[in-house]
């Protein structure tokens, strides 16, 4: 069924065939450290969804810039193919947003009050002054008027 001449043929589109797997499977392959691309995309995109977090949780106004810097430390760690250094601070950095994100309403309401509070003293101290100044500046005035006698004139 198979003469010389096609098992040959055959033989020889195996052999392209796994040379071809095999150069395919070698370039997937970091020489660093043996990781494949994919997995290398995989932190890349898991970085990128912190990011785009840690963006969200900050134009609400909550404080981030701790993990800013943690981001910017895993960044260069992915671009120096170190990448399970990445994965570590990176799953601390996703544990913090988890967290940040249970508690976010009540810092945002809290964050709320402070400047309601504030715009509140603000607004009261003329108001405040208004009705305590001439109080107080009465109450010294007779204080250190109180000593002051009216003199007898000599018309009687």
């Avoid at 494949?36 to 609400?60: G, I, P, W």
């Avoid at 250094?85 to 988890?98: G, P, Q, R, S, V």
């Avoid at 994100?101 to 607004?123: F, G, H, K, P, S």
């Amino acid at each position: 069924m198979f003469g010389k001449k096609n098992v040959s043929k055959i033989s020889i589109v195996l052999l392209l065939i796994t040379i071809i797997i095999n150069v395919a499977s070698v370039l997937s392959f970091d020489i660093n450290d043996g990781r494949s691309v994919n997995e290398e995309q995989s932190v890349y995109e898991r970085f990128l969804k912190a990011y785009s977090r840690v963006y969200e949780l900050s134009r609400q106004g909550i404080n981030t810039t701790v993990i800013v810097s943690k981001l910017k430390t895993v960044h260069k760690f992915i671009l120096n193919k170190e990448l399970d250094k990445a994965e570590k601070i990176l799953d601390d950095i996703e544990k913090e947003l988890d967290r940040l994100y249970n508690i976010r309403d009540q810092v945002i309401y809290t964050m709320l009050l402070e400047r309601v509070l504030i715009m509140a003293l603000i607004l009261s101290i003329p108001l405040l002054f208004y009705i305590l100044f001439p109080k107080i500046y009465l109450t010294i005035w007779f204080k250190t008027r109180s000593h002051w006698r009216v003199r007898e004139s000599g018309h009687t």
